[in-house]
């Protein structure tokens, strides 16, 4: 078993600033272009990662064209000796948010013990729906893409704080990479180097143990890490993974880069954690979209959004109930109405903004709690897609650490 790997991860060069370099993950802001404008003119002639990425309100935009420029960027950029090499190590991230202080271990994973498909024996599953349509235009920006940088973040159910609190107890006799603080209200992060990282390996793999497994879920099913964010991007880098190694001999197979993707991993029990919902706002529909959502049964009261007014619809009392019998309106009456769109926003007011100015109809999604969603997976395979949020949009991860994996 080694579904975790100390990899060689890259930094820009202290002279660069990281404020700058630093911008949040691709698929937040996805209805605001006026986040990613300003986010545009901020880095303008800066070395920064909002060169190398490809936000998701811009896709469709120019595509080919912009994927050339992400390739030749980070081309550039190595060319150009902008990173310096942590070799083969662990980070551990500070992230300061409005929630509080919330601790991430940055490590590599194998993608062979990943898999997005339900009902599978992996040990890092995914935890909602893959929209299999949505990988093909990732693949084409990460297969000619020489680095990875990731906005994904595992869970882990370590419910003793086994792990990730210890190290962070003892932060301060590790060696600090960086500290600074994320551009537009991004709070604070800093990281440390880990370099022992087999002990910190041993660690995560105990949680594997059969009496560990059984106390927590009644089951010995092996269960590992689930994904909490950057579903997508995971199946992505699995999806690329399955198409490199058709040309590689069983001995390159093993220690190919690119069979390996940065995450950054989170205890699923951290204080600073918090699960958000992601809210849907719909474009193009009409009234008969609401008496069709009116319609809707359960004992729980749901929020709709519609002119600036708040109205409410019955929805099953189980969060993830409610989630799925939403989700499944959406998109029957999306299948309907071609001209009908969805888009998943992060933050009441947010959608509030969004809906007003679009003239749509916003959803108000119910929250799913944390402590349920590794039994839920066990039982139940995946949930709909974008059912939980981990923390509001600014919570999320910004791209830091980056990887070759040509």
């Known amino acids: ?186 709070g604070n992060i800093k990281g440390y180097r880990v370099k022992k990282t087999n002990e910190i390996i041993e660690k995560i793999y105990a949680l594997l143990d059969s009496n560990v497994l059984y106390e927590k879920y009644k089951s010995d099913k092996k269960f590992l890490f689930a994904v909490g964010d950057g579903n997508h991007s995971l199946a992505t880098a699995k999806a690329c993974w399955e198409n490199i190694k058709t040309e590689l001999s069983e001995d390159e197979k093993l220690n190919h880069p690119a069979r390996f993707a940065l995450v950054e991993l989170v205890n699923l029990h951290s204080d600073a954690l918090k699960f958000s919902p992601i809210h849907r706002s719909i474009t193009g529909a009409g009234e008969d979209f609401l008496e069709g959502l009116m319609k809707l049964e359960g004992s729980a009261k749901g929020e709709v959004l519609y002119h600036g007014v708040r109205m409410r619809f019955k929805i099953p009392e189980s969060p993830s109930e409610a989630i799925k019998v939403i989700q499944e309106y959406i998109d029957a009456y999306l299948e309907k109405n071609q001209n009908a769109k969805v888009d998943y926003i992060h933050g009441d007011e947010y959608l509030k903004e969004v809906t007003l100015q679009s003239g749509g109809i916003g959803i108000y999604m119910p929250t799913l709690p944390k402590d349920e969603l590794f039994d839920y997976i066990l039982k139940h395979g995946i949930l709909p897609r974008k059912s939980f949020s981990m923390g509001e949009a600014e919570d999320k991860r910004y791209y830091l650490e980056s990887r070759v994996i040509v």
């Open 1 to 186: 078993m080694n579904c975790i790997k100390a990899v060689d991860i890259l930094l820009p060069k202290k002279k660069y600033d990281l404020s700058l370099w630093s911008v949040i993950a691709c698929d937040q802001f996805t209805s605001q272009p006026d986040y990613w404008q300003s986010v545009e003119e901020i880095t303008k002639n800066a070395v920064s990662t909002y060169h190398i990425v490809y936000p998701e309100i811009y896709i469709g935009q120019n595509e080919q064209e912009r994927i050339e420029s992400i390739n030749s960027t980070m081309e550039n950029y190595l060319n150009k000796r902008v990173f310096r090499t942590i070799d083969r190590s662990f980070i551990l991230t500070e992230r300061t948010t409005r929630e509080g202080v919330r601790a991430g271990l940055i490590i590599g994973i194998d993608l062979e013990d990943y898999e997005f498909e339900p009902d599978n024996d992996a040990l890092i599953k995914a935890t909602e729906a893959t929209v299999k349509e949505r990988i093909p235009v990732r693949v084409n920006i990460r297969k000619n893409a020489p680095l990875e940088l990731p906005h994904i973040m595992l869970l882990m159910d370590d419910r003793t704080c086994s792990v990730i609190e210890p190290l962070f107890e003892n932060r301060k006799k590790l060696k600090k990479l960086y500290d600074f603080n994320l551009m537009k209200d991004g």
